[in-house]
């Protein structure tokens, strides 16, 4: 079973992207900020990481920045942000995001994104 971490601190959202994934039979675990996503990340093994950017006590950048300066294995990760600008999915993704996607969601579009990187 494939194991997503899903780091975001609206409930809303959160509630959304758990109910589209775990109806899908992936194992999901839930992040609020990035300091605990950082914590479960040196802890346990992801498969994929669903990751918001504008995030309490160490936002999704910062958080991917930590990861590629520590060393951690990093799960493969699409970045759900309400950030729409290329110079935001560009930062995300020099830090080594696989994909980007802005919110709203498309929910086909967010379970494409996932099925495609939990390969």
């Known amino acids: 079973m ?3 971490l899903i780091v975001e601190d609206n409930e809303v959202n959160m ?11 992936y194992s999901v ?8 996503a950082y914590e479960k990340l040196k802890s346990d093994v992801f498969d994929v990481m669903v990751l918001d950017i504008q995030l ?6 910062s958080l991917l920045r930590k990861i590629k300066d520590e060393n951690i294995s990093r799960p ?7 950030f729409a600008m290329d110079k935001d999915k560009q930062n995300a993704k020099a830090l080594g995001c696989e994909d980007y996607i802005t ?9 494409s994104c996932v099925e495609k990187l939990s390969k």
């Open 15 to 25: 509630k959304l992207f758990c109910d589209i994934l775990e109806f899908k039979n």
């Open 29 to 36: 675990t839930k992040a609020v900020d990035g300091v605990e």
């Open 2 to 4: 494939t194991k997503v």
């Open 56 to 61: 309490p006590k160490l936002d999704g950048l």
């Open 103 to 111: 919110k709203p969601i498309d929910i086909m579009n967010f379970l």
């Open 76 to 82: 493969k990760t699409l970045v759900v942000s309400a």
